[in-house]
């Protein structure tokens, strides 16, 4: 069971969301990209400058094949 107080931060559960990769050079080298999610990110860059958007963790890497 989930404490309550943790609803509180971004990180408590796994979030779908689609979005556009604006980075992928994470700092801490982890395979992340920097996204700017749709729905909840503006598209316009003076609003939320791409430097101050999430890192987010990819589910699959890119070298993992879909279709054969």
């Known amino acids: 069971m989930i404490p309550e107080n943790f609803t509180e931060f971004y990180g408590d559960q796994i979030r779908w969301f689609t979005g556009i990769i604006v980075d992928i050079n994470d700092p801490l080298q982890m395979g992340r990209a920097q996204v700017r999610v749709y729905g909840v990110h503006s ?25 054969g």
């Open 43 to 67: 598209q316009d860059t003076n609003k939320i400058d791409d430097s101050e958007l999430p890192w987010a963790q990819v589910m699959a890497p890119i070298t993992q094949g879909g279709t």
